[in-house]
């Protein structure tokens, strides 16, 4: 049930009509973020190859794109929006805390989903068809492998009663990490091979920075981290793959 309950929390897939996920299984739903990751790459990227057929280029990468979005509902989105409003609007813990939580969007918000989307179409419009689909595929996946470690490497900044999805997460153990590994390098090593194991280095150096400073600022992590987490380490991702196949 955990995998179909990741499946409810971080897609819009209507899996709730015929499953009923007990509570306590959202606990451990981050072990399978990445698993949750194929689905959503997985249609981003028959998006972008289907329509490529008939569009041009540029027009189906947008598409591709969007098809991500009305799949997950702008969660992850949503997460790096709050995260740039409250960390950067925020002076002291409580009052980041307190941005973050607030439903409206700032400036900072604004500026951030710009730059964020710029630099992600942009990159994946520096590919070729092949390899911009190939590297949806390694890029989600693996991204929401490297951001899920932030359950273990710092605790929730919240009480759970104050969470926006009123649940927190328990660290994973040892399988459940095994798990993600799995589903988060498994399409690294089927598509690109050891220059996509390579191009982990930037997301991984982001993740630390990253991690380091909400340690810092807010002793901990939230939805919010998570969500932003994940985009930022995807984009690391893939401007590492464009380096070293420029290198190449």
Same mark, same amino acid.
């Given at each position: ?10 897609? =819009?897939?209507?899996?709730? =009509?015929?499953?009923?996920? +007990? ?13 949750? @990751? ?17 569009? +041009?280029?540029?027009?189906? /990468? ?5 098809? =991500? ?17 409250? !960390? #950067?609007?925020g002076r002291s813990r409580e009052r980041i805390l307190a ?11 604004? /500026? ?38 932030i359950i273990n490497r710092l605790p929730y900044a919240r009480k759970e ?22 589903? #988060? ?5 089927? !598509? ?24 810092? =600022?807010?002793? @901990? ?28």
């Open positions: 049930m955990k995998p179909i309950a990741a499946l409810i929390f971080f897609t =819009r897939l209507p899996l709730w =009509r015929w499953f009923t996920v +007990p509570p306590e299984y959202y606990k451990n739903l981050v072990a399978y973020w990445s698993m949750s @990751g194929w689905i959503t790459a997985s249609i981003s990227a028959f998006t972008l190859w289907c329509c490529s057929h008939f569009l +041009p280029f540029t027009v189906s /990468l947008l598409l591709a794109i969007l098809a =991500r979005l009305l799949l997950t509902g702008g969660l992850h989105e949503d997460g790096l929006a709050d995260f740039f409003d409250g !960390f #950067g609007g941005i973050m939580k607030d439903s409206h969007i700032g400036s900072y918000g604004v /500026l951030a989903l710009i730059l964020y989307f710029f630099l992600y179409y942009s990159s994946l419009n520096s590919l070729s068809l092949q390899m911009a689909t190939l590297t949806l595929l390694m890029a989600d996946p693996a991204s929401k492998l490297i951001s899920s470690m009663e104050e969470s926006k999805a009123k649940v927190t997460y328990s660290p994973m153990t040892k399988k459940e990490m095994m798990i993600s590994a799995f589903f #988060g390098l498994t399409p690294l090593l089927l !598509f690109g091979g050891w220059s996509a194991l390579l191009a982990l280095i930037f997301p991984v150096i982001l993740f630390f920075v990253l991690t380091n400073y909400m340690k810092k =600022r807010i002793n @901990g992590y939230t939805g919010d981290c998570c969500g932003a987490l994940f985009l930022l380490c995807e984009v690391a991702f893939i401007i590492n793959y464009l380096v070293i196949i420029q290198w190449n």
